[in-house]
């Protein structure tokens, strides 16, 4: 590591989060009941103090829906325009939904065999949340990744599910508490980083390579669409492009190697399908 790389380690926000790191690596690895929840909190008293949390109240007023509420613009969907964009919205909400109710499934042990039992009605449930939100103009409601904290704590039942999204509305009273938790910090450059959250998502995403262990490593076929796949969402900043290289590199790769009947033909079809989006774009 250079000088120049240590020293983006100075700025106050920066050290927060590997604070709020260290001390949650910490309580998870000593199984502290709450680990993550803990870790927040922790992470965000000692930001006040390094002045890097701002301080915006415990209670208040529930932010209003009027601005976003039903501001539809379905006449400007239909415009050719919008065509790559929706395709990439589609595969973008397919593709997350599936890989995050797979990871977060597995971790809990609810699949059988490979398979999630109800995937039909789990897809259902989560595009109909995607689709209502969209008419409230909130952030997108779906199934998240970050779920796999909840199922490491224990939460493997539909009864902390419900729990979970009442303590959800309950919080839009403590909208002041979220957006001191949650605000982002502007650093040089014009980035923004979230120091108090970042922690709690590094060790989540920990949890989820633990699936990595299953991937044929000595198959090539197997392993390098994989490792594309994980390797280009970071650094492309986007999980659509990591999957549309898993895609086409594994159709591919099976097609050249005479394996291409181990190919379901919905995945040559999605990889044609990225391959002239990216022709086209």
Known sequence: MDKESIRSLHPRPVLLSILGLVFTTILVAARIRGALLWGILATALAGLPLGVVEYHGIVGKIPSLEPT?????????FD???VSVIFVFFFLALFDSVGTLICVSDQAGFLVKGKLPRAKQA???DAFGSVSGSFFGTSTITAYVESAAGVAEGGRTS?????????MLLSLFFYPLAQMIDEGVEMAGGSHIYPVVAPVLIVVGSMMLRN?????WRDTTEAIPAFLTMTVMPFAFSITEGIAFGFISYSLLKIVTGRGREVHGLVYLFAAL???RYIFL
């Open 80 to 82: 050719l325009g919008l």
């Open 159 to 167: 009864l902390a599910n419900m729990i979970t999204g009442a303590l």
């Open 123 to 125: 897809l259902a449930a």
């Open 69 to 77: 509420f039903f501001k539809l613009d379905i006449a400007g969907a």
């Open 212 to 216: 990595v262990s299953r991937i044929p």
């Open 274 to 276: 990225f391959v002239v």
